[in-house]
């Protein structure tokens, strides 16, 4: 079952992507050499619970595992879901932060991908092209046409760069459950999969690797990394459907203004 949101509902989670595109920025400024993902968990953490509001992520339940921490943190090879813990991070790392924020009823889920210092030219242009990759689908999240249209042109737009888009995990809608239907995926064919309707909130995010397109998930059952190590990158924003034109209900400016300053991450 797809759930239209009304106007009131779409300012609700428009509110809590303020917050979260905020809480990314505060994790932001923490990420350098020495610093453990364990800390920039806790970093978000705090930041979410002093705004009122709950990290989505925290205590998610799947099958009969529940997931401990408030982001997903994925370095280097992992694609997404990479557990929080005492991995320092160092110089010519690239980290994926994702992350969500529940208040009022409603959840926000947005990612971004950093890279630490100095990067060879290969992985910073896949987290440039990624990036762009993600706008490309939101520019179809248009009333009117079809999930295969958002597929489409981020698979089209990546693969022109010889990327491998990986398959099995998808973009998803948001709303009262932080995974709700439709399914969103990044590859697939214009004019396919269901329509595209106004109030429809959908999170559409690229998981795009270096090398090949295929995963393999570690043994702790939440980490999934490139099936050849090569490194993955991964930006996300929440979206409603618009009548002529998506709108974004969450935020990467507060990250921006991050990265005009910072000395270490790179601004992608």
């Given at each position: 079952m ?5 106007p009131?509902?779409l ?9 979260l595109g ?12 020495g610093?453990s993902?364990l800390?920039?968990d ?8 002093d705004?009122d509001a ?7 339940q799947?099958?009969?595992k529940?997931?401990?921490?408030s982001?997903?943190?994925s ?6 879901h990479?557990?929080?813990g005492s991995l320092e991070?160092?110089?010519g ?7 969500g924020?529940?208040?009022?009823g ?14 060879g030219?290969d992985?910073?242009?896949?987290l ?6 993600l706008y ?12 295969g ?6 698979q089209t ?8 888009v990986?398959?099995?995990l998808?973009?998803?809608g948001v709303g ?6 439709p399914?969103v995926?990044?590859y697939?064919?214009r004019g396919d999969?269901?329509?595209?309707k ?5 999170a559409?995010?690229p998981?795009?690797?270096l090398g090949?397109r295929?995963?393999?998930v570690?043994?702790?059952g939440?980490?999934?990394?490139t ?9 996300e924003?929440?979206v ?8 974004q209900?969450?935020t990467?400016?507060y990250i ?10 790179l601004?992608?």
């Amino acid at each position: 079952m797809i759930y239209l949101k009304t106007p009131q509902e779409l300012s609700i989670i428009q509110a809590n992507g303020e917050i979260l595109g905020k809480c990314h920025a505060e994790v932001a400024k923490a990420i350098q050499p020495g610093v453990s993902t364990l800390a920039l968990d806790k970093i978000a953490y705090q930041f979410i619970k002093d705004h009122d509001a709950h990290p989505s992520f925290l205590n998610y339940q799947v099958g009969d595992k529940k997931y401990a921490y408030s982001l997903c943190i994925s370095v280097n090879d992992v694609v997404v879901h990479g557990l929080p813990g005492s991995l320092e991070l160092k110089e010519g790392d690239i980290i994926s932060i994702d992350a969500g924020v529940y208040k009022d009823g409603f959840h926000a889920d947005s990612a971004y991908t950093y890279a630490i210092g100095q990067v060879g030219e290969d992985v910073g242009n896949l987290l440039t092209r990624t990036k762009e990759s993600l706008y490309q689908g939101i520019k179809q999240a248009v009333a009117g046409k079809r999930i295969g249209d958002i597929g489409s042109a981020v698979q089209t737009y990546t693969e022109g760069f010889g990327y491998g888009v990986v398959r099995e995990l998808v973009g998803h809608g948001v709303g009262k459950n932080l995974h709700e239907s439709p399914e969103v995926p990044n590859y697939g064919r214009r004019g396919d999969g269901a329509k595209l309707k106004e109030g429809m909130v959908i999170a559409i995010e690229p998981m795009v690797n270096l090398g090949k397109r295929q995963i393999t998930v570690d043994k702790d059952g939440w980490t999934i990394r490139t099936v050849d190590r090569k490194a993955s990158a991964h930006f996300e924003h929440t979206v409603a459907v618009g009548k002529n034109e998506a709108l974004q209900l969450t935020t990467f400016s507060y990250i921006e203004e991050v990265l005009k300053t910072s000395t270490v991450l790179l601004n992608i």
